[in-house]
């Protein structure tokens, strides 16, 4: 399981057309690969994301008899 806690004061700049980490992810296992855009998403949008968005409002209409 990867670590859940970020370091927020390391501040590194690259050239994303040179950065070269894709084989990273290629030696790693699916379940890894998954566990890795979970941490990166709660990172990014914060843990009850799904919770936030607009609620679904359901209609219920009776159709006219011709």
């Known amino acids: 399981m990867i ?5 927020k004061n390391i501040i590194e700049i690259v050239n ?3 950065a070269d980490d894709s084989g990273y992810f ?3 296992s699916p379940l890894e690969r ?3 855009i979970e941490f990166m998403r709660k990172a990014m949008f914060g843990h009850d994301r799904v919770s936030a968005r607009l609620q679904r ?3 219920v209409t009776e159709l006219k008899e011709d």
């Open 34 to 36: 998954l566990e890795v």
């Open 57 to 59: 409002v359901l209609t």
């Open 3 to 7: 670590e859940a806690k970020i370091k």
């Open 26 to 28: 290629h030696d790693r």
């Open 16 to 18: 994303l057309h040179e």
